[in-house]
């Protein structure tokens, strides 16, 4: 079954690369104004000195609504069963779904952002030990059900050499409506060269600036729709910290408030000790 789900795999992925090449978006190109990377400086160049047009590319669409919910059902059913369910959050949960049904909502759910419980219907929590990330739950996932299987191989498609789910790291992270990550640089001890991010849920917007700004506050925001998947690598990893701030705008547009899954694949770190 395994080998006929990776055939099947690959046999889309040159429909796949052609889909997502239409709507592909890198650091530095000329953005119109409605793109979803919007460079906040003066001077581009400047501010985008040293990097490359493969260490940020952004790829809007890449998932059907009927493959993001199939996703981020996976997504919160492992977090669930990896971090466990106390008595009081199931209690919770329990008088969420009666309420829902009691006010007539039993039609399935319209929207991606649908799937997700009220907040208080989890154990976010509220710092990371280095005090990154606020409000948050998250988890390294070793084994996906099938389906999930074939949605990220789908995604893996897009980072450089194609691996396979087995040679990289999965990692589920599930922000809550008032979640934040801080800017910060990633531990190249933690993962390999590359991160690829899915993007489940509300909407944010993902903030690159120079890891040595010189006093500026020049940035580049990100606009990280459901459905979405960015792969970022070289020098934009180390060379520029990241955040997801706590803000719903973006450009004129405002952003609707809510919780946000992100499924990331980091390929391996390899020590210098094994080369």
Partial sequence: MLRLLVRNVLNRSSQLRRQVSTASY?????QPSNSPIWIRA??????LKGVSPTDFQLYTNVFSKEEQTELLKCALKRLDEIRGVSRTIKKRRKEAVGVANAIGASEPP???QSQFLPDTCYEFDEGHYDGVIHQYRESHVSAWPESARGLLSKAGLLMPGSPSLSSVQTHA??????????SHVDNIEASGKTILGIS???????RLQ?????????CVDILLESGSVYVQTGFIRYGFVHSVPLEWQFRERSLKPGQRMSIMLRDLYASSSSS
């Fill in 210 to 218: 120079p890891k040595e700004p010189g006093g500026s506050d020049e």
């Fill in 26 to 30: 890198t650091l530095t190109e000329r």
């Fill in 42 to 47: 003066q001077s581009e160049s400047s501010l």
């Fill in 200 to 206: 489940l849920g509300a909407a944010r917007v993902l």
């Fill in 110 to 112: 319209a929207d991606v």
């Fill in 173 to 182: 992270l599930h922000l809550a409506s008032d979640g934040e990550i801080l």
